[in-house]
């Protein structure tokens, strides 16, 4: 909502850079990144590092334009126009949606980059009012009577969607794979949502600012970032034993770059996020590199979980929205009939 | 026929300007909204009536026409109340509250979401004395009628301020040199001038509130069945790209608040036809 004004501004520039390569081609060149919410940081710092690596190497100017906001509105952006060179999402699903509603990729983006197209990882951790008063350890502490919790929406936001996975992977494995536990699981969980805010920030400022629920269910990223500043005296973090790992993707979009003529120095920016570089600013900004060798200097700032995988419990990303978060899917089920 | 259509006008230019109108009203509301009907048909019937009716559409019709209602019902008392005291009595500051009396139109509707969520929450300045008596105002359906009061007050007051206004003194004085108590010049007097500009007033709040998005977001906490108002299950539509099940709530909002409105503006007519009857 207020993204859009942003967006369209974005769109605008872009258009009007596009309209006067014939002057600027030669020795400067302008290209969009379309992401999602917490990465602003990550990628300013990243954008920098790699405008001075491409100069050094090719002498060209490039200015790389940014614009964040929930995942699914930004992939919606782009399906509706806002021209894109890059997307770097939250969730593949956001992306196969550019691919499958508008056709500007290929289906197969997501086998084109090492590591299925995600140079940096996350997971889900959570974040715990000062001393733990509720003793919250591990997720089957949050479904207790009188724990609070707070996650945004999985309809509206991606994180919200990876939380849900999450929870449910878990109760999945505890159950030796028994569905219907897992769901009710999920059910007693959300029994303890008192507000569903649309985007990871709105909860994070719900949690943060107005002092509600005891635990906040949040890219590790995220929680790592606000315990830096001046929520260090306010807050703990509390990792969990077990969690999903979750795996932002990113991609170039074809028929885009294309039609800008970008796809050189596109390319080029996502390999760079895979270089000894761009997975060392990663793991500054409290994303897991991929690189064993940036892994290893940032170990420290990453505790050791055990993860497991999205493609190990659900199969694919369209499979898990099909069943949890499509119209009538289990979430909506928790709200429509209660548990037995 | 041609001939009653064809009636000679004092004014000139009466059909360059009527196809001017015409041709601005297509352009920016009937195209934008047929828009909206054409892409509801690539849903069968069945979806359609599937899509709309679904619990949790109906738990959010109810809550944001109803509490758009109940909003437009507390601006119409306290809207006319606020209007009465700026046109009636000279007071210093007055100037000031007249102005602020716009705030809510010109005010981002983000703002205004985050700024009531902040004072009504359970530690905000007003929320942490309403908690202990009980009373959840913030992520309560409570908190989306606060939104839509406060942002439909403009409406009454602007509407009913240049009536009040226009009014002749001298007809009260009328009223009471003939015997009229203070409550039957009321009734009897100022109201009946009032009435239309007030139903107009509280229609124009009404329809606001029910498109209403950005304050009751915040403050509204979102829970399906409770808590959730029809606009934020379009936008949850939209970010599954569900757009022609986006679109079919759309419609339904679209063809609610048209009645609506017809039908206030049948009451009005009624209302104005009578009193000038006698």
Do not use: C
């Amino acid at each position: 909502m207020i993204l859009k004004p942003l967006v369209l501004t974005l769109a605008l520039l872009t258009g009007a850079l596009g309209f006067t390569p014939s002057i600027q081609a030669a020795e400067s060149v302008s290209i969009l990144n379309v992401s999602y919410d917490p990465t602003r940081e990550l990628y300013q710092e990243f954008n920098a590092a790699f405008a001075k690596q491409w100069q050094a190497k090719t002498g060209q100017n490039v200015k790389i334009l940014q614009s964040h906001g929930g995942s699914s509105k930004q992939a919606r952006a782009v399906i509706d126009g806002l021209e894109a060179d890059i997307v770097t999402l939250a969730l593949a699903y956001d992306i196969d949606a550019i691919s499958e509603k508008a056709g500007l990729l290929p289906a197969n983006w997501q086998s084109r980059l090492p590591h299925d197209s995600a140079p940096y990882s996350s997971t889900i951790t959570f974040l715990v009012r000062k001393g733990n008063p509720k003793g919250i350890k591990d997720w089957n502490d949050l479904v207790k009577p009188g724990v609070s919790v707070i996650t945004p929406n999985p309809k509206t936001s991606g994180v919200a969607r990876w939380n849900y996975l999450a929870a449910w992977g878990y109760a999945l494995k505890q159950s030796g794979g028994d569905e219907a536990k897992a769901q009710d699981f999920v059910w007693r969980l959300f029994k303890n949502v008192p507000v569903l805010d649309s985007g990871a920030r709105g909860a994070t400022t719900t949690f943060v600012e107005r002092g509600i629920g005891d635990v906040l269910i949040n890219w590790e990223n995220e929680i790592l970032l606000s315990t830096k500043g001046s929520g260090k005296d306010k807050f703990d973090i509390v990792v969990p034993p077990i969690s999903i790992l979750a795996e932002p993707t990113v991609s170039v979009v074809d028929k885009i770059v294309d039609k800008r003529g970008t796809r050189q120095v596109a390319q080029a920016y996502l390999e760079y996020l895979y270089s000894e570089e761009g997975q060392e600013i990663a793991g500054k900004h409290y994303y897991r590199p991929q690189l064993k060798s940036a892994a290893a200097k940032y170990a420290a700032t990453f505790p050791t979980v055990e993860l497991f995988t999205l493609k190990e419990i659900f199969g694919n990303w369209q499979k898990a929205h099909k069943t949890h978060f499509a119209d009538g899917g289990t979430f909506d089920q928790i709200y429509l009939q209660s548990p037995k | 026929m041609s001939l009653v259509l064809k009636q000679p006008s004092v004014l000139p230019g009466f059909g360059l300007t009527l196809g001017f109108a015409l041709f601005y009203f297509s352009l920016i509301v009937l195209i934008p909204l047929s828009g909206l009907f054409i892409k509801t048909t690539t849903l069968t019937w069945e979806q359609f009536w599937h899509t709309v009716t679904e619990p949790r559409a109906i738990a959010s019709y109810q809550l944001t026409f109803g509490a758009s209602f109940l909003g437009a019902l507390i601006n119409g008392v306290f809207g006319s109340v606020v209007a009465w005291v700026l046109v009636r009595y000279h007071f210093p500051g007055r100037s000031i509250v007249d102005a602020l009396v716009d705030l809510p139109f010109a005010l981002p509707t983000a703002v205004a979401g985050i700024a009531l969520t902040a004072i009504y929450s359970s530690n905000g300045w007003i929320g942490r004395y309403l908690e202990p008596l009980g009373l959840k105002v913030a992520f309560t359906p409570l908190g989306v009628l606060v939104a839509l009061t406060f942002i439909g007050l403009p409406f009454v007051v602007r509407t009913v301020q240049p009536v009040l206004q226009d009014l002749d003194l001298e007809v009260e004085e009328a009223a009471v040199t003939l015997g009229a108590s203070r409550w039957q010049t009321f009734r009897a007097v100022i109201v009946p001038e009032l009435w239309p500009a007030l139903l107009t007033g509280m229609a124009m709040a009404f329809a606001r509130s029910v498109g209403e998005y950005g304050s009751v977001i915040f403050i509204a906490g979102n829970m399906p069945l409770k808590s959730e108002i029809t606009p934020l299950l379009i936008m949850t539509k939209l970010e599954q790209y569900d757009y022609a099940g986006a679109t079919a709530l759309g419609v339904v909002m679209l063809v609610v608040s048209f009645i609506l409105a017809l039908m206030i503006n049948l009451i009005q007519w009624w209302g104005t036809a009578r009193h000038s009857a006698r």
